[in-house]
């Protein structure tokens, strides 16, 4: 993957959906912006080769979420800025919603985010974090426990 | 969770953002060596070398003796349950196996629309081990000869384009809680030859895998997106795959054999079936009376699980600041096996405890209680420096004999001293009841 039009397609396709998710994990825009162009280098470094779009979503998610593992786990982390600062809230439901689940550890948040947002179901968000699929269920279930009332009504 | 949705929705990298990551990633493309080229096949080197000859007559051969298949071998695709019947040797009646024979008896034939493809060499050492696990509650039947015959597109006989003259093949499908089938395998040994293939089955997309290479390159043949590749599995075996798509059935194909020419012109024939049909999965509906075995699983509490008959061998102590995950009993047929996981950050201990009737022979574990030490256990683990960026340190995946039980373990983060000291806690000395 060397070809910049193709490598820019590559980004415009998957950046949003990337920052989002790095940011439900990392809680700060600036960190989040890192982890996305960490995952698209090591995508360049690695040019792997996809059987899908599906498949290629994946392994870049895969790479992002491997990448915010690295930094939450840093000895060291720059003062976070809280995300209602950098995009505050259209409305006191939103505002609420993200209260509660900033409020989360960030495993709990990464996969309230991608079962809540992203859509994935526990066996794919388990490929995706690394995890058992058990494991992914487990928090999961602690997460929705504390989330009791914003999660009234889903499935 | 519509507040969660509507903000995120509104989340968006910024004009300066978008420029900035562009930016960073042209540096990036401009100062960093290329890819390695990834080493074409011998065997595809050798058709695009020989031309015509690719195309000559394909004689039934049939090599001397019969070499036990490689070690590598038993790192299938299958979802390995303790206790659970083989995929791989038929077991039954003859109504469960096919036993494919030569077409044209013996004689000489060409096969002049033999696929040049191009599979890529991947390296066995940096498979990734991927995990997954059927649900809750599923049950395995064995799939007769006709099902096997419909599946790969035949009528009476599997077609002969696939080129499996001499094999003897049986089957299973896994079917879920609901009466849906969740896949197929069909796999099987050529008489004469070391060659062994599995042939996976799903609906709507590939059947699931434990292992993965990103090395794969993905073609296209007859308009459908392929996955080509192949790898050394040791011992002198080679593995060939194809993983497509044949209309809604997902296809994953393998061919493991000493002859390298044998495995890939396999796997290349089994691609080339998209052309005459395919494969299919549409009409697999096993009878009740070809159950091989039914899977109930329940969850339980810690509680719950130390008080079972199989918690004795849970571990009495674990490193410091692990939790416990989820636990549960399950249960196929005659054996019993209770299983636990905890997990500290992103590392994790997992086992399960396998009770065999006593008729039953053991499978053969990895260590016996009591011979487990921390230089023994480093045969069974590796250590990772980098996983995609996952944390590095030691791997383990091992089985140990405790006489009545078969404990297996699977752990991440642990040191080999954690894991011996982990597993010496827990499980008796061969032979006795635990506490």
Redesign the interface.
Known sequence: M?D?GR??LL??TY??AM??TA??ILGDCHEA?DA??DA???Y?????????GEHERAWLL??LI??C??RL?APWRRRTTPLLDT?P???E??????EE?SALPP?ERAVI?LY??EGYPT?EI??LT??????V??RLTRARARLRE??KG?T | MNGYRSYFDRVRLSEAQHRRLMEALDRTRRTRPAPKAHRPSRWAAAVAACGVLALAAYPIRHAGGLPRPSAGAAQSPAPVETGAASTRAPQAGAEYVLEVGDPFAGQHHSDFSLPALEFTYCDFSKHLELDYAPPADYSVYRLTAEDIVRAVGGTEQAPWTLGWEGFALGGNAWIDGGGALLWAAITGKRDGSSAEIELWLASGGLPPTDVAYEEAEQTEYDGTAVTLYYTDVGSGDWRYYADFMCGDTGVRFQCTSRDQDEAARLAALAVRQIGYGGFTVEGLEPDEGALVYASRRTDLSLEDLRADPLGAWLPAKLPEGFAFESGGRQTMRDVDTLFASWSRGYDYVELSVARFPTSASLPAADLKAGAVTAEALKTFGRYVEDDAGDVPGWRFQFTVDAGAASVRYTLKGLSPEEAAALVNGAVPPAGGDGP
Do not use: D, M
Not at chain 1, 93 to 98: G, K
Not at chain 1, 130 to 135: Q, V, Y
């Open positions: 060397t910049p490598l820019e980004v415009c950046e949003h920052y989002r940011l439900a912006e996305v162009q698209f280098v090591k360049l470094e690695k040019a792997p080769a996809f059987a899908s895969r790479v491997n990448g593992k690295s786990r995009y809230a259209a409305a439901e939103e505002r609420l919603a993200l689940i495993k985010h809540y947002y066996a388990a490929a690394g995890e058992r699929e058990g494991t269920r487990s914003l999660l889903e």
